[in-house]
């Protein structure tokens, strides 16, 4: 079984720009979560979707925004990038009831210039 | 006051000891406890759950949990050289399963 698969794995924008990540959960796995990880803050939680709905959202700016479609697949867009928003971008799943028990794809790393 | 805590570390111990990792939290009313290993370079991957007070164990892998105490523990018996990574605890906030609270995490280092 194909693991999370996340897209692209490393990119580069500059101050202003926007990018979008994207993430393909484990086959099956309905439930897909977001966060974000740094050498300061650790990971931190950024959404939380389930069947297309967004269950939970962290404390995060509204320049952070995701989505998840029928397939379960899922984005996350960060507009007006900022240098802080430098980071390694998690995208995690979760069998069909969210039991906490994540599957953490390789991760975007995300630097901002 | 931060909501889950562990020592940075790094904790170094000789190959076949026992390491202890440790965690407190700090709401009281968190139901499922994690541990997530994560070597340099890679993403985080469960080790360990836990729902209950006591102890599971798992392999040479053992969490404790006291809900009274708001402590996790997580146990590595015979550490090997390939235990060396960075150990996070992980505790779910209320009414949201993929909504985790990770610690900082632990730096592991195992000594041949």
């Known amino acids: 079984k194909a693991g999370v698969t996340q897209t692209p794995r490393y990119l580069i924008k500059t101050r202003g720009q926007q990018v979008t990540l994207s993430c393909s959960p484990i086959?099956?796995?309905?439930?897909v979560s977001w966060y974000q990880q740094t050498p300061g803050q650790g990971l931190q939680f950024l959404f939380e979707?389930?069947?297309?709905?967004?269950?939970n959202k962290g404390n995060f700016p509204g320049r952070f925004s995701g989505r998840q479609f029928s397939n379960s697949r899922s984005e996350m867009n960060v507009s007006t990038l900022e240098l802080g928003d430098s980071a390694l971008y998690l995208c995690a799943s979760s069998p069909e009831v969210p039991t906490g028990e994540l599957f953490f794809g390789e991760g975007s790393r995300l630097t901002v210039l | 006051q931060k909501e889950v805590e562990q020592n940075s570390g790094p904790l170094s111990v000789p190959e076949g000891a026992i390491a202890s990792l440790n965690c407190t939290y700090s709401d009281r009313v968190s139901q499922s406890f994690f541990w997530y290993r994560q070597y340099s370079g890679k993403s985080p991957e469960l080790i360990m759950s836990i729902y209950s007070n006591g102890d599971k164990e798992d392999g040479r892998f053992t969490a404790q949990l006291n809900k009274a105490s708001q402590y996790v523990s997580l146990l590595i018996r015979d550490s090997q050289p390939s235990d060396s990574a960075t150990y996070l605890c992980?505790?779910?906030?209320?009414?949201?399963?993929?909504?985790?609270?990770f610690g900082k995490g632990t730096k592991l280092s195992v000594k041949p």
């Open positions: 992980a505790v779910n906030r209320e009414g949201s399963q993929g909504n985790l609270i």
């Open positions: 086959s099956g796995h309905r439930s």
């Open positions: 979707y389930f069947s297309e709905t967004q269950r």
